[in-house]
């Protein structure tokens, strides 16, 4: 089974480093982001399968970056991390295609919980296409060709 | 404070100068027209009493004239008649001149004597109380006169008789004789005539000679004979009939009518003093200064009263209008610092979570450090422990709070879903059964089972009923203190087939006269500061918005019941 790779994306730099500590001592890979752009870019080199993303940044905000990594890497799972109590921001969130949200300040244990349940889905995902693909080889060597071509 | 005083001062600055301009237009506007009507009123009446008092003095002197005149014409065509019905001989005759005169007498008793006289001016025949036959009058000017102009009338004079009197006198010539007959007339007749006259209270009428000697007695002063003291310049010639107004001596001022008469060059006069002439023109001033004074009165007292209101009206529509404006700057402060709380809140949350980060790794790293042995467990480490665990309470207190205020402060996304009253009611109560068991006020539910769900947002409810829950614990408080409160919730399906939500408190009630405001925005009875006067005209807002109806009824001294009838859910 593959290991889950996760990147925090968030413009305070001491909750990444202390969060990413605390991933890596819980037994996870993980990543850091200090902006979208960076987060985009760092998506681009390495195989990430959940992002956690805070919705306030400057520059790029979490919803902007949301819908980039959505068209950009539509197999990301993205977990909104929200300041406010209002379901706008988690509601628009979810409309852009992330897969959940967590309201701040959020305990790492909640964090990870969503996180594996967002990579489980991935993997779910993931066995469905494959399953698929599987049947499609059956039924036509053809097809397999066409679509190594 | 100077500035305010400034302010204050600035403002009642220019409340005396627009009520020195309200003031003035309306003590001008209705003033000017008023004495222009009295002046022109004034002035027409006068002139038509001074035209109209005129005409009747003219009248007067010509009606008298003619009369006078006719008077001296009568007497003058009886002479001639005798004159001419009768030889001289005849009338030497001393019976038949007896004869004449008797039957003359009778025609007119004025006549006091004939007599006649022959060219030579001898008395020669006499008819009369007095023996005067054959005297000599041929030096006499009236003798004279009379034989060259064939008749005289002679000014009157009283002779040895010491009556007033006049002669008139006609000449006859027949066949190179000539002779005279002469009468004497008593002035009585006309002297009445003229005498008579009255024209209010000192009108009167007199004849002059020529030389302005009175030929009548004057009822002023003046008698027979004299000369007329007045200095009056009369009309010299036949100018008709003559008005015009003269000072007497005595500082009078009398208003003249004057003409001559026809057949002699008597002056006939009416005069009266102008003041008794014009009477009514003094009369007609009085009334007018009287209708101007109260007249004036009343436009100058009316101003004064209208601009006061007018005045006092527009003070407390401007103090209206500032304490609308402090509370519109009350409610957007207040919606200031309700965004700018949940600004911060927003803001807090951030740190929280490095907080909560830090709290985390701190734990692990604990327990690592425990795990390999490097920390013993001791009283210490439990205290460390303890320590920790607090900061996590701690931060999750804060999380409440800051969600709390943003829960709070969101406006937008109104969601309408299915409310159970029966669970929500109690769980608003619960909200405010702290607050209301600190001031001792029992609460009382009385949610009936078969309430049927309703439609609407669950936050703008819960506004709502704690509005209506925080007014009736204010109530109760102010009313009873910390004891004896009680606040009645019920709910139950009205006849109406609507959901009724009633909240009843026990407190001091609401006055009939500010029950029909509650609704009204920015109505608060609370003071200064206190209130924005917005909660229940918001809350009235969210019921109607959610297509119902909000109700209040009230009884001073027993309490409120504010009502809410909502339609069942669809």
């Not at chain 1, 991390?81 to 992330?98: C, F, I, M, N, Y």
């Not at chain 1, 790492?108 to 049947?135: G, H, M, S, W, Y």
């Not at chain 2, 607090?390 to 943003?406: D, F």
Request: charged content about 25%; glycine content about 8%; overall charge negative.
């Amino acid at each position: 089974m593959e290991k889950m790779k996760m990147m925090l994306v968030d413009d305070e730099e001491r909750f990444l480093s202390t969060t990413k500590k605390l991933l890596l001592k819980k037994g996870y890979d993980v990543l850091t982001a200090v902006s979208g752009s960076e987060a985009l870019e760092k998506l681009r080199t390495h195989n990430i399968h959940v992002v956690i993303l805070d919705v306030k940044m400057p520059g790029m905000d979490g919803i902007e970056t949301l819908k980039a990594i959505k068209k950009l890497f539509p197999m990301v799972e993205v977990i909104m991390l929200t300041g406010h109590a209002t379901a706008e921001s988690a509601v628009q969130g979810l409309k852009s295609g992330a897969t959940d949200y967590l309201m701040k300040p959020t305990d790492v244990n909640d964090l990870i919980e969503k996180a594996e349940e967002a990579f489980d889905k991935r993997q779910r995902l993931e066995e469905k296409i494959r399953v698929a693909q599987t049947r499609s080889f059956m039924k036509s060597p053809r097809q397999i060709i066409r679509d190594t071509e | 404070m100077f500035l305010f005083l400034g302010v204050r001062a600035m403002k009642e600055h220019r409340y005396a100068g627009l009520r020195r301009s309200i003031l003035g237009s309306m003590i001008l506007v209705p003033l000017v027209p008023f004495i222009l009507i009295l002046g022109i009123g004034y002035y027409y009446f006068t002139t038509s009493i001074q035209t109209s008092t005129i005409a009747s003095m003219k009248r007067i002197v010509g009606d008298h004239r003619q009369m006078i005149e006719s008077f001296l014409t009568e007497r003058k065509a009886n002479l001639e008649y005798i004159l001419y019905s009768y030889s001289f001989d005849e009338l030497a005759e001393p019976q038949k001149l007896y004869d004449i005169f008797c039957q003359l007498q009778k025609e007119s008793n004025a006549f006091l004597d004939l007599g006649l006289f022959n060219e030579e001016g001898i008395h020669v025949n006499y008819q009369g109380p007095y023996k005067l036959a054959g005297r000599d009058y041929g030096k006499e000017d009236w003798f004279k006169e009379v034989m060259k102009e064939g008749h005289y009338i002679s000014d009157i004079f009283l002779g040895y008789r010491r009556i007033p009197h006049f002669v008139i006198a006609t000449k006859r010539e027949e066949a190179g004789r000539k002779w005279i007959i002469r009468a004497t007339i008593d002035t009585y007749m006309f002297n009445d005539l003229v005498k008579k006259v009255r024209i209010g209270r000192t009108g009167e009428a007199y004849i002059l000679n020529k030389d302005g000697v009175f030929q009548t007695e004057r009822r002023s002063g003046g008698n027979l004979m004299e000369i007329d003291p007045e200095k009056v310049r009369y009309p010299s010639s036949q100018s008709g009939i003559i008005n015009f107004i003269h000072k007497d001596e005595r500082g009078e001022t009398y208003c003249y009518t004057t003409t001559w008469l026809k057949d002699k060059d008597w002056l006939l006069v009416v005069r009266q003093e102008k003041a008794d002439a014009f009477k009514a023109f003094r009369s007609a001033a009085y009334l007018i200064i009287l209708i101007s004074l109260i007249g004036g009165g009343v436009i100058i007292g009316l101003a004064f009263y209208m601009t006061d209101r007018i005045i006092r009206r527009m003070k407390r529509i401007d103090i209206e209008k500032e304490q609308l404006g402090d509370q519109l700057i009350r409610a957007s402060r207040l919606a200031e610092i309700g965004e700018m709380a949940t600004g911060i809140a927003h803001e807090i949350n951030n740190p929280l979570q490095i907080m909560n980060s830090e709290h985390g790794l701190i734990e692990v790293l604990l327990s690592d450090l425990k795990e390999h042995g490097d920390l013993k467990e001791s009283e210490d480490l439990k205290e460390l422990e303890d320590s920790i665990d607090q900061i996590k309470i701690q931060i999750g207190r804060c999380s409440k709070i800051t969600h709390a205020v943003l829960k709070f402060g969101r406006q937008s996304d109104v969601v309408s879903t299915d409310i159970d009253l029966g669970g929500f009611i109690p769980e608003v109560i619960g909200l405010v059964e702290n607050k209301a068991s600190v001031e001792g006020i029992t609460v009382k539910q009385d949610i009936s089972e078969d309430t049927p769900l309703i439609q609407g947002d669950p936050g703008q409810l819960q506004q709502v009923l704690i509005n209506l829950f925080n007014n009736a614990i204010d109530a109760i408080v102010e009313r009873h203190g910390s004891e004896g409160g009680e606040l009645v919730i019920a709910s139950h399906i009205g006849e109406d087939g609507k959901v009724e939500i009633s909240v009843k408190d026990n407190g001091g009630g609401i006055s009939p006269d500010n029950l029909k405001k509650v609704f009204q925005p920015f109505f608060t009875t609370k003071p200064v500061g206190k209130g924005t006067g917005l909660g229940l005209s918001v809350c009235y807002g969210i019921i109607d918005h959610m297509g119902g109806i909000m109700e209040v009824s009230s009884q001073k001294g027993v309490g409120t019941t504010f009502f809410i009838r909502l339609p069942v859910a669809t």
